[in-house]
């Protein structure tokens, strides 16, 4: 019970503090409308409401990164910054409760962004065939390993603006990489096994086979990938905490 | 105050690479006592309290709180600490009771007995009517009492407090002294490490003084006092230049030493106590008129120039860095 009630008061804190602040849910809300609408102009010379759902993935893929990563990293950096993280540490909880209440501010903040271009898409086309199942559970675990590479970078991190910095250095890159923009069987031979190391190749993958009917591997398969680079990124981000911020 | 030890340290030591901020120090505390931890900047004051809460892994030895293996089994120890911080270090968006009451759900505290201790901290705190305030619209010594407020709201055994009255008002300072005093009186065991000398001297019941990772004195107050006491020794104020009669009342006083301080002032070091009528009678046979006589007794301080051979000069420039209390 006492666990419970630091897991919840933290993560409310955070929410109250961080997420629920007009600055993140305006960016919540315009990124994915901007792109949503970029892309419906540069498709087919022209706006063509129809091609939403061809956009959906990519979209909601993109919108969890970007809110997720970031978000987790400069929060963490600046509570690091003012030492007021110090407090979590010495709160008699244990480091991966802790941890797990910072990454599900982060993780609803990335569910919150994913929707936002359903909504925006529920109001021009139908959505009733998409396998929503597999939808909640992709977005989830995109949110989740997007979250923790957030935290990764939150460790290593001793500034805001390298938090950001950080962030923009393998968000980018991994765009291009993870079949959102260009299939990773189009990619040059060199770069694909590079795509097939990040988490985004996966969860891009289950949210195209789930809206679109096009997924390249089978869906359980990409569940199941998704949810060891989710441990293997928790238990290494624990590890690097216990290294380097308990000196 | 229980003479029982509720904190006990042996062979602490914090190596970084080659260089060592802790040696091998040990020491115990009693509970129910305000235990000092003083010396200069850079010391290891920080890096012992560090490791004693978590925040610090030891290279070597071992910190026992309660019975408590506190490096092996640390969030059990930190269920009955408090700690303060040298930095105040609460969420300046939040209000000051809301910083409170997400300090007390840390530890496990349920909302209405976290909100009904968080309303008690404040109005104990002086602080009933800032409540509502941003903690970043909180002036320096509003911010370090409810960072107290915010360590003692799970009415923890043993509170560490890092420099808790660096950098603050005079008045606040003095407020928060009086703080600790009630808390012991309470039976709250205190940690607390500072370079104010004379806030440990006023406060502390025990004293370990830190130099260069290594602990160079441990005792009460008065036994570290003993250390550097040469005897007694009285300064005389007079109308007149003393400086001429510096000999003579060497001679005629056997046993005591004359230091001229200023043209009008001597002190006057002897080994006993000495009746104060024969002094005065002497200089007034002189014709000089005594104004002030003034029994001079070691400070802390002085214990601690003696101890570590640092420079009163040297530590006055670190208190001013550190702040303006006293």
Redesign the interface.
Same mark, same amino acid.
């Given at each position: 019970? *006492?666990?419970w #009630? @630091?897991f919840?008061?933290?993560l409310k *804190?955070d929410i109250q503090?961080y997420y629920l602040k007009p600055p993140n849910i305006s960016w919540g809300i315009i990124f994915p409308l901007s792109w949503t609408l970029m892309q419906l102009i540069r498709s087919s010379g022209g706006m063509n409401l129809s091609d939403i759902r061809a956009l959906l993935p990519g979209l909601m893929a993109m919108s969890v990164l970007f809110g997720t990563t970031s978000m987790l990293a400069v929060t963490i950096t600046f509570e690091r910054k003012? %030492? !007021?993280f110090? %407090? +979590? +540490? +010495? @709160?008699? #909880? !244990?480091l991966s409760t802790m941890v797990a209440a910072k990454l599900s501010g982060a993780i609803l903040f990335g569910l919150f962004n994913a929707f936002v271009p359903v909504i925006f898409a529920s109001f021009f086309i139908d959505l009733a065939v998409i396998s929503w199942g597999v939808v909640l559970l992709a977005v989830f675990l995109i949110a989740v390993t997007s979250t923790l590479l957030g935290l990764l970078i939150a460790v290593s991190a001793k500034e805001v603006f390298e938090a950001q910095t950080f962030s923009n250095f393998f968000r980018f890159p991994m765009l291009f990489l993870c079949g959102l923009f260009l299939p990773v069987s189009s990619l040059p031979v060199f770069l694909r096994p590079i795509s097939y190391l990040l988490p985004l190749t996966y969860g891009t993958d289950l949210l195209g086979g789930a809206i679109l009917g096009v997924g390249t591997l089978p869906p359980v398969l990409c569940v199941l990938i998704l949810l060891v680079f989710a441990i293997v990124l928790f238990t290494f981000c624990q590890y690097n905490i216990r290294r380097k911020w308990? +000196? | 105050m229980s003479t029982t030890g509720i904190v006990s340290v042996t062979n602490l030591s914090k190596c970084y690479g080659n260089f060592t901020a802790v040696n091998g120090i040990s020491f115990s505390i009693r509970r129910g006592e305000i235990f000092g931890f003083l010396g200069p900047n850079g010391a290891g004051k920080t890096t012992t309290i560090n490791m004693m809460i978590g925040l610090a892994r030891p290279s070597g030895g071992s910190v026992e709180i309660d019975g408590i293996d506190a490096v092996k089994n640390v969030k059990k120890a930190q269920s009955i600490m408090g700690i303060v911080p040298d930095e105040s270090n609460l969420y300046d968006e939040m209000d000051g009771f809301d910083n409170l009451c997400f300090c007390g759900s840390l530890y496990g505290m349920r909302k209405a007995e976290r909100e009904q201790r968080a309303k008690a901290l404040l109005s104990q705190f002086d602080l009933a009517k800032a409540g509502k305030r941003p903690f970043k619209a909180y002036s320096k010594g509003m911010r370090r009492k409810l960072t107290i407020a915010a360590g003692i709201i799970h009415r923890p055994e043993i509170l560490f407090l890092d420099e808790p009255t660096t950098g603050i008002d005079v008045e606040s300072a003095r407020q928060i002294r009086h703080l600790l005093l009630e808390l012991k009186q309470r039976g709250t065991t205190i940690f607390i490490t500072t370079h104010y000398i004379e806030d440990a001297e006023r406060i502390c019941d025990r004293i370990a003084f830190i130099a260069g990772g290594n602990i160079v004195a441990n005792g009460t107050v008065s036994e570290l006092m003993q250390s550097v006491s040469h005897g007694y020794a009285i300064r005389l104020t007079a109308n007149q230049n003393l400086e001429p009669l510096a000999g003579d009342l060497q001679q005629h006083f056997d046993g005591c030493t004359v230091k001229v301080d200023t043209n009008h002032e001597v002190t006057l070091l002897c080994e006993e106590r000495i009746p104060l009528s024969p002094v005065l009678q002497y200089l007034d046979g002189k014709g000089i008129s005594v104004f002030e006589a003034k029994e001079i007794r070691p400070t802390l301080e002085d214990v601690f120039v003696n101890i570590t051979g640092i420079e009163a000069e040297k530590l006055k420039k670190e208190k001013e860095k550190g702040g303006v209390a006293k």
């Open positions: 019970m *006492k666990t #009630i @630091a919840w008061n933290i *804190k503090n003012g %030492r !007021s110090d %407090r +979590l +540490l +010495l @709160a008699p #909880i !244990s308990i +000196l | -």
